[in-house]
């Protein structure tokens, strides 16, 4: 069952941008924390940005730190990763999620129960 829908993924050259979203579908997340995070090819899947209930905490991974930026749009039920200076390491599938038992934003992935499904980014060097 598939509770948020990502948008905004696509193939971009690096130094690019590209915009996710990730739309509620079925249910609200508004005062659930949200995160994103992706995997890449052959890889675990790793944290990427996170944003409590109310947006005043974030939380970055380094190696999107300064390049990347997580916000949130609760009248929308929608949560927005943008992402700049894209880098070919940033290829990955990019999922959100949201945690249902604490409003607090976190970096640990068991912490969140609703995912969505995925969206593509690929950076060409």
């Known amino acids: 069952q598939v509770h948020m829908v990502e948008s905004g993924g696509g193939l971009v050259q690096a130094g690019g941008s590209l915009r996710l979203s990730c739309a509620d579908s079925?249910?609200?997340?508004?005062?659930?924390?949200r995160a994103w995070f992706r995997q890449a090819p052959g890889k675990e899947r790793e944290f990427v940005a996170a944003?409590?209930?109310?947006?005043?905490?974030?939380y970055y991974a380094d190696s999107v730190k300064g390049r990347f930026t997580i916000s949130r749009d609760n009248a929308k039920n929608t949560a927005y990763l943008q992402m700049n200076s894209l880098k070919p390491e940033d290829t990955a599938v990019y999922y959100c999620?949201?945690?249902?038992?604490?409003?607090?934003?976190?970096?640990?992935?068991?912490?969140?129960?609703?995912w969505g499904q995925g969206t593509q980014v690929t950076v060409s060097s």
């Open positions: 999620a949201a945690r249902s038992r604490d409003f607090r934003a976190t970096m640990r992935e068991a912490e969140y129960d609703y």
């Open positions: 079925g249910r609200t997340f508004s005062t659930y924390a």
């Open positions: 944003i409590s209930w109310s947006g005043d905490t974030t």
